[in-house]
Nanobody, 117 residues
Framework: QVQLVESGGGLVQAGGSLRLSCAAS????????MGWFRQAPGKEREFVGH????????YYADSVKGRFTISRDNAKSTVYLQMSSLKPEDTAVYYC??????????WGQGTQVTVSS
């Protein structure tokens, strides 16, 4: 099992930047494929991007490509979501999640990001 705790959310003006962190504890962090998701009020949860286990290959949703960057530090058991050029439509609760196989089995509690116009 792994426990995930997100941090770094807050209020930012449009065009600004934030970096979210997701600290993991439990099983060996490097065994997990890590993802970021978000959910805006009244909307379905949306995939933001993911990063692979050891080589750090990343993939992003079109809505954030070129603006968001995911990275991980396996020594610190932490994954990051660097968000730049933020837009009001990026306002959501952001969640990190972990998986070993096909399904994300472990989720953090989420951190609120609010982008003002």
């Amino acid at each position: 099992q792994v426990q995930l705790v997100e941090s770094g959310g807050g209020l930012v003006q449009a065009g600004g930047s934030l970096r979210l962190s997701c600290a993991a504890s439990g099983r060996t962090f490097s065994e997990y494929f890590m993802g970021w998701f978000r959910q805006a009020p009244g909307k379905e949860r949306e995939f933001v991007g993911h990063i692979s286990m050891n080589y750090g290959s990343t993939y992003y949703a079109d809505s954030v490509k070129g603006r968001f960057t995911i990275s991980r530090d396996n020594a610190k058991s932490t994954v990051y979501l660097q968000m730049s050029s933020l837009k009001p439509e990026d306002t959501a609760v952001y969640y990190c999640a972990a998986r070993v196989q096909e399904t994300y089995d472990y989720w953090g509690q989420g951190t609120q990001v609010t982008v003002s116009s």
